[in-house]
């Protein structure tokens, strides 16, 4: 296989290696970076749970080219908690029980990222409809919701 | 020294301690698992419904760079043994892990590649060649029945796996001639694919100089599966260890013990080496086990008042190609709750067992109950309809009054507890029932269509005795306090997102007064957990737990023999409260739990007749199954123009007895309501005549989304189950139960003016619009 170099800002620090052309960016980070915290659900872009925020966007990690990351700053569940502090999103769901067997956890905080850095302040219906790219099998999503709604409210008082 | 005051934990709301691994990305699932020298596994799939495998071809991939070993099924049937049933019924069929020579339904192994990365063992895999001669496909079990029907198993001259009798044909067809009245429906309750976010995955490690075996798998059961599993691939059982690490979701679907699971042994005994498999997601849709696909016609034979005399099923179940570890089961656990909640004087059904070219079934969430909750909830709507009598009159008139338990069934259950009409009064109260059958009908006029459906379910939990339950009904549970006072659980159950490991510590540390933090529970690993079944059939708590209370309670017998001896006092004079022995009246004087831990591990303090240590393990075996019930209601208004469903509103009141962690139990309500909804308006595996599954990929087959569901009512009675101490039911299932008929049934409601009393899932909106065109289904 070709190889090629990449070199990214994953979590607030660089990183740089050498891929295989044909990598793909979830499993970059999760093989070769040892980032296990974002998720592989599908095969075919619907379920959500390798979602990382890339560049301002909340993307599926498993539809991107670990080289497409060249140059770009990357943002994994691992890299959320700050100063041993939990983002307002982890606490969140850990409070309203957002979460049940937590695998498509990561990738749903971080489109919940993405979201919330988009609109600060959404409805119930907007956070429906900005989750939908996003599965949960365990909760019905009711939980999800009123934790995005939770993490929001305080992430507009700070 | 005092100890400090415990709060009180059971009942309570409190946050999960399981949460900050997963919300922070530090847990660890299969695929998380990186062993030095690790290899990967590809299988190769059938993609043909039947076939005759003429020829394999595997040179091609044995040669690419990279490979260590391809295994056809000539490997598997040398090596290891057929995929284990632990219910076989009738003409039991099963299967090799790998393919010998047909195929039979489209997923089915035929090959397996293992190589030193997943990406050079998925190329490989495509470099087998495969020759396949069709045979004639059968994916409908009515046409799989039918003379001169292609015969998936030949030997046994018949699709036909088994029929099984159930109840008194003599006394139902004498209810049926009194009848004043009487319904007939034909009903579908159709294929579902369970879908757990994380697909099944193993790593399976051979230690060639220790002659053991480690499996990591993501299984529901590790302790069946290491049972199993040994005799499978040929290794003495106590060569085996399974860990079931961190698994993303089961719903049923991860009790089986898989192909995947002996393939990757095998492969790791043969070359030494640890061999990971994950499945893709479109994998998972064809070779994990699917649900339901269980369809009956029903009958009920009632007086002029609705009240019920006899109830006749004729239920075809299509189990697919072959039977995995509980197939069989499934549809006859369907019949034993085919009476619901109602009084049922005499109940007659047959319940047929069919093999056609699709994945086999298993257990998928409520495994049968929700079937047979479905078949009465919709036939006693047909009465009602019948009887021009509203849906929750007739109800009323048949329920099981709070008096008559425990309960005999005409299908031979016995219920333990119940109190049904409160829950569904306050399940009314809560909807404003009156007031949305005013709307309902203001809105006809207005030619919108709105619908108010009602389900009462009663359902099964706390499975069960042993002699009900293939492998086991029991459940273990150790409680050790450690020198230091800390406390660690041990229980042969399997949490795989229900919070297993909170609602237990809260147990424990209330009852023996110890702070929460100080509390660990381990699960999963064969070899730290001596024996245990696993978690389904909502049996962690009402099983598990009790035997961990059982637990709890000798460690305090044995607690209070060394305080006697550092107090000196007798054993029998101390209270145990608050972590701390006592005699009554001379509290200042006590001991705690912790000092007496450090005394009893000690070994110099050390009671007559006693041990040293402080630790019990305990196997608690029920004398019966639990019975949670409910009621819910559902409010949908049906697009005239599109025949979309919008859920306007959803109330369940779910009973599951007494309660350790009230935000826990809402969870699993939430989610089983989603896929109860599913199933009704959304979900549907669908396979075209030749076999193939339509509906492989997420992209065809709808899972529930956040903007496809409301926001859900939740309110709980509690009836409390006299079966064991903690008078837990469990609540596992109990949302998908009631929610598939409380929609359909509210759908059904909606189209009342289009002449329709019945319409058969799955609800998708161009069947809706077809039937307002004044067209058939």
């Known amino acids: ?158 | 020294m005092t100890s400090t005051q415990i709060p009180k934990l059971v009942g309570e709301p409190i946050r999960r301690r399981e949460d900050p691994r997963l919300i922070t990305g530090l847990s660890t699932y299969v695929d998380d698992l990186k062993l030095p020298g690790m290899l990967h596994m590809s299988i190769v799939r059938s993609t043909h419904g039947h076939a005759r495998l003429r020829n394999v071809d595997v040179s091609r991939a044995r040669a690419r760079e990279g490979v260590s070993l391809v295994m056809t099924g000539t490997e598997a049937k040398a090596w290891g043994e057929m995929l284990p049933t632990a219910a076989p019924l009738g003409n039991s069929a099963t299967r090799y892990p790998l393919s010998d020579g047909v195929v039979r339904f489209v997923g089915e192994g035929i090959a397996a590649v293992v190589a030193g990365d997943r990406y050079t063992a998925r190329d490989a895999s495509e470099l087998i060649d495969v020759d396949y001669e069709d045979l004639p496909v059968v994916v409908d079990a009515l046409k799989a029945m039918e003379p001169g029907a292609s015969l998936l198993h030949p030997d046994f001259k018949t699709n036909v796996c088994v029929t099984v009798p159930v109840g008194d044909k003599e006394a139902t067809e004498a209810g049926f001639r009194d009848a004043d009245v009487t319904i007939k429906q034909w009903m579908v309750n159709h294929r579902l694919i369970p879908n757990p976010m994380e697909p099944r995955g193993v790593v399976a490690h051979f230690d060639p100089g220790q002659e053991t075996l480690t499996v990591w798998s993501s299984t529901q059961v590790p302790h069946l599966l290491k049972w199993l599993l040994s005799g499978l691939v040929r290794l003495p059982e106590h060569k085996v260890r399974v860990i079931a690490p961190e698994v993303g979701g089961g719903f049923g679907c991860k009790i089986d013990v898989y192909a995947e699971d002996i393939l990757c042994s095998l492969a790791s005994i043969h070359l030494g080496k640890p061999v990971k498999w994950i499945e893709e997601r479109t994998e998972n849709f064809m070779a994990t086990i699917h649900g339901r696909d269980i369809h009956a016609e029903i009958e009920l034979a009632a007086r002029s008042d609705g009240r019920l005399l006899a109830q006749r099923m004729n239920v075809i179940a299509d189990i697919g190609a072959y039977q995995q570890l509980l197939t069989a089961a499934i549809p006859t656990l369907t019949s034993l709750m085919f009476p619901g909640v109602y009084k049922v004087p005499a109940l007659y059904a047959e319940v047929t067992e069919v093999y056609t070219n699709k994945t086999p079934t298993d257990a998928y969430r409520g495994a049968g109950r929700p079937e047979a909750t479905y078949f009465i909830e919709r036939a006693m709507d047909l009465l009602a309809h019948k009887l021009n009598m509203d849906p929750v009159e007739i109800r009323r008139r048949n329920f099981i009054e709070k008096d008559a338990f425990p309960y005999q069934t005409a299908t031979g259950m016995a219920y333990d507890s119940g109190d049904y009409e409160p829950a569904l009064e306050l399940a009314l109260e809560k909807a404003g029932y009156d007031d949305l059958r005013r709307e309902q009908e203001e809105l006809r006029k207005q030619g919108r269509y709105l619908g108010i459906g009602v389900s009462t379910y009663v359902e099964i939990c706390g499975i069960g005795p042993s002699a009900m339950v293939p492998g086991g009904g029991w459940e273990g549970g150790s409680v050790r306090v450690e020198r230091t006072g800390k406390v660690t659980v041990l229980t042969g159950t399997s949490p795989h997102g229900q919070g297993g490991e909170t609602a237990f510590s809260q147990i424990v540390a209330e009852e023996l007064g110890v702070p929460m933090d100080d509390v660990t529970v381990l699960h999963g690993d064969t070899s730290q957990v001596p024996f245990g079944v696993g978690t389904f059939g909502s049996r962690a708590i009402a099983i598990g737990g009790t035997a961990i209370v059982m637990s709890v309670e000798k460690v305090k017998e044995k607690a209070k023999k060394f305080a006697g001896l550092m107090l000196e006092a007798s054993p029998d004079d101390l209270v145990y409260e608050s972590g701390r022995i006592f005699v009554p009246g001379h509290e200042d004087k006590g001991v705690t739990i912790q000092e007496v831990a450090n005394a009893a591990w000690g070994g110099t303090v050390l009671p007559p007749d006693t041990e040293p240590g402080l630790e019990a393990t305990s196997y608690f075996e029920p004398s019966n199954c639990t019975f949670p019930f409910g009621a819910h209601v559902c409010v949908v208004e049906i697009d005239r123009d599109t025949g979309k469903v919008e859920l306007k509103k959803y109330i369940s009141v779910d009973d599951c007895g007494n309660v350790i962690n009230p935000m826990i139990v809402e969870g699993q309500v939430h989610g089983g309501l989603a896929q109860g909804i599913g199933q009704a308006l959304m979900e549907e595996a669908v396979y075209d005549t030749d076999g193939q599954l339509l509906t492989g990929s997420f992209m065809d087959y709808n899972l529930p989304k956040a903007e496809q569901l409301p926001s859900f009512e939740l309110y709980r009675t509690t009836t409390p189950t006299p079966v064991n101490p903690l008078g837990a039911k469990g609540v596992g299932e109990a949302g998908t139960i009631g929610a598939t008929p409380a929609v359909v049934n509210a759908v059904v409601d909606a189209l009342k003016p289009f002449g329709v009393d019945h319409v058969d899932m799955m609800l998708r909106p161009e069947k809706l619009w077809r039937i307002m065109q004044g067209g058939t289904q």
């Open chain 1, 1 to 158: 296989m070709a190889k090629q170099t990449v070199s990214f800002s994953l979590n607030g620090a660089p990183v740089s290696l050498e891929v295989d052309t044909r990598l793909l960016l979830v499993h970059l980070l999760r093989e070769e970076l040892s980032l296990t915290g974002t998720h592989i659900g599908c095969d075919t872009s619907q379920c959500g749970a390798c979602t990382v925020f890339m560049d301002g966007a909340s993307v599926k990690s498993c539809t991107v080219f670990g080289l497409q990351a060249d140059g770009c700053s990357i943002l994994t569940i691992e890299g959320l908690k700050q100063d041993g502090e939990l983002h307002p999103l982890q606490e969140a769901f850990w409070n309203e029980h957002g979460l049940q067997c937590g695998y498509c956890t990561p990738g749903m905080i971080m489109s919940a990222y993405g979201l919330l850095n988009e609109n600060s302040d959404p409805s119930e219906t907007e956070i429906r409809e900005g989750l939908r790219g996003n599965f949960c099998r365990c909760t019905g999503y009711h939980n999800i919701v009123k934790a995005v709604q939770s993490a929001a409210a305080t992430m507009r008082g700070k």
